[in-house]
Structures are given as C-alpha cells and as structure tokens.
C-alpha cells in the first residue's frame, strides 16, 4: 500500500458545526502532516507530528485541533469554522521526521464553510 | 523567509514539444528537492525527486536539474502530451523541520 486515504472526499458545514477529517497511511511513514491549500495556491503547512506527537504547529487558529491516535492515522477536527476557512485540505506522511524522503500526498477533502 | 519559487506562472507549450518548468531556491542548506504534479480536484502527486549532492536526475520522460551554484532546479518533460496539462510545484525539504516549502507553482498547458 502506498497511499495516503483521506476521507471524506467532500464536506459542507454550517458555521457552528463540528465534523473531522481523516487521514489514513499503512506504508509505516513515522510523519504525517496536514496542509491547507487554497485555489491556484501551493499547499501551507498547517501541522506537523512526528512519532505520534505533534512537532509543529504554524500558529493555526484553535477552532483547528489535530489529533494522532497512531502512527497510521491522524484526524483534524473542526468546530465553528469561518467561510474563510473553506479550502482543500491535504494529509501527508513521509518516511521519516526531517528527511522528506517518501513524502507522499492524499488526495484532499474539499471543504466548504456556509 | 526562506521560499522557493517558479519563474513562470503559466506555460503553453504544443503537444509533443520538450517543456522546461523552472524554479528558484534561497535556502542553500536545503538537502532535497521534489516535483510535484497536480490536477484539478486533486492532490499533489510525486513526479521526480533529487538529493542535494545530485545534479541531475533522470525517470520516464522527466529529468531534474539541479544547480547548486545559483539554486535553480528545473523540470524537463520530453514529448509532452495533453495528459501532463496540471500545476507543477517544487518542493524544497527543510531536513530540521522536516517542512515541505513550495514554490508558487506554474500551470503547464498543452496545446493539441
């Protein structure tokens, strides 16, 4: 398996909603990551965890929570989110913190903010 | 800050002909460089990549420059055909952070 799954494909949410994005990979990457990527925009790196444990986070605003229960899965959950805020997140993983060899991506959740 | 960037947003080239996607990088510790490829509605998808102590890298009907002096990295794709219309990005590994930085991106149009 040499994938990155995310699911789901698209979402649509009210303002005051909470839903989570999910981010699978079984190829035994130890980093994963999620970026957000706005139209004709390259990909911005939102998170970073390595070995399970979140190593970066570039000043996302709280209403934007991640969360690694393992090292195959990674979520981002999602409450009273901004139409600003809609966009096409992108999950990632590589083999290993730091290298970027193997750095592989999914293949994105639109999301619409109403 | 440190960027990586592309020279020209968009290029229009005649199916068949080579295409030439260049990009510009600040960071001379940056140990690893990757291209990617993406259509509309989808990810970004690996298409080449080469590690700093490379100047050239070659797959199928790709090949990577890269040229350490100036920090400029290219993408040649030989024979282009309408399939390869897309955004292409180049990437720049931050290998303390582990941090993908991209460049802008330049859209690659094919003309039947």
């Known amino acids: 398996d040499t994938e990155v799954t995310q699911t789901p494909k698209h979402l649509v949410m009210g303002m005051t909603n909470k839903k989570s994005l999910k981010c699978e990979q079984h190829?035994?990457?130890?980093?994963m990551y999620w970026y957000k990527q706005k139209a004709k925009k390259p990909p911005e790196l939102m998170f970073v965890?390595?070995?399970?444990?979140?190593?970066i986070n570039e000043s996302v605003p709280s209403r934007f929570s991640p969360e690694c229960p393992n090292s195959s899965l990674l979520n981002l959950h999602l409450h009273a989110l901004q139409p600003e805020d809609s966009a096409l997140y992108l999950c990632?993983?590589?083999?290993?913190?730091?290298?970027?060899?193997?750095?592989?991506f999914g293949s994105g959740t639109r999301l619409t903010v109403v | 800050g440190e960027s990586v960037g592309l020279h020209l947003p968009t290029l229009s080239v005649q199916e068949g002909d080579n295409s030439i996607i260049n990009c510009a990088y600040s960071?001379?510790?940056?140990?690893?460089f990757i291209w990617y490829k993406q259509e509309s509605g989808k990810g970004p998808q690996f298409i080449i990549d080469?590690?700093?102590?490379?100047d050239k890298r070659q797959g199928q009907r790709v090949t990577v420059l890269l040229n350490k002096t100036v920090k400029h990295l290219s993408l040649q794709i030989a024979a282009t055909q309408p399939g390869d219309s897309a955004v292409y990005f180049c990437?720049?590994?931050?290998?303390?952070?582990?941090?993908?930085?991209f460049g802008q991106g330049t859209t690659l149009q094919v003309k039947p």
């Open positions: 990437a720049e590994n931050n290998g303390n952070t582990g941090k993908l930085i």
């Open positions: 080469i590690r700093s102590n490379m």
């Open positions: 990632a993983s590589s083999q290993q913190p730091g290298t970027g060899y193997g750095y592989t």
């Open positions: 965890y390595s070995y399970e444990k979140l190593s």
């Open positions: 960071n001379s510790a940056s140990d690893y």
């Open positions: 190829m035994g990457h130890r980093a």
